[in-house]
């Protein structure tokens, strides 16, 4: 009788296909992933945000939205001989450490009524560090935070038109 089974030739083979196949796939792997580091970070800072608006509706009062790296904190500000008191706040992780967000001010308030006490809209930039966007001819899917006078707060990818609902 003879023996059946595979030959290491056979599983030479398997293992050449396997190996070309998970090279293929890996650049798109990385970028799945640079692209979720991204989007965590962005969807932090919009939960983060519209904390801010809430606590200031529920105390009704203005209540300061301080960005810091990727992090940030919800801060009711001084008052009279009162102290200035940190809600809530979440620091940058050392896995961010690819990511960069870029507000456009250092710290923006809303009001009782949850709207921004500035004129003019806040955003955030969520990149990738180093890298280019989308919207620039790049890899990476860039999202924007954006607070408006209303205080209605939204992610957007600047890389789709603005006809588009994900647009910016």
């Known amino acids: 009788m003879r023996c059946r089974g595979i030959s290491v030739l056979e599983t030479l083979i398997v ?13 798109s792997a990385g970028e799945y992933m640079n692209n979720a580091r991204i989007r965590g ?64 001010a250092d710290q923006i308030a809303f009001n009782g009524a949850g709207r921004l006490t500035t004129a003019g809209p806040f955003t955030v930039n969520v990149t ?3 890298g280019t966007c989308a919207a620039s001819g790049g890899p990476a899917r860039c999202l ?9 707060i939204r992610m957007c ?3 789709q038109a603005s006809s588009k609902p994900e647009g910016c």
């Open 41 to 104: 970070v962005a969807e932090q800072v919009r939960d983060g945000l519209s904390r801010a608006r809430m606590e200031a509706i529920r105390r009704n009062s203005t209540v300061n939205f301080v960005p810091n790296g990727t992090g940030w904190s919800v801060v009711v500000p001084a008052s009279g001989q009162i102290a200035a008191v940190t809600v809530a706040s979440r620091s940058p992780y050392a896995a961010e450490s690819l990511v960069t967000a870029q507000p456009s």
């Open 128 to 130: 990738e560090t180093g």
């Open 157 to 159: 990818d600047p890389a």
């Open 15 to 27: 293992v050449a296909i396997m190996g070309l196949l998970l090279a293929a796939a890996m650049p």
């Open 144 to 152: 924007r935070i954006s607070a408006v006078r209303g205080g209605n």
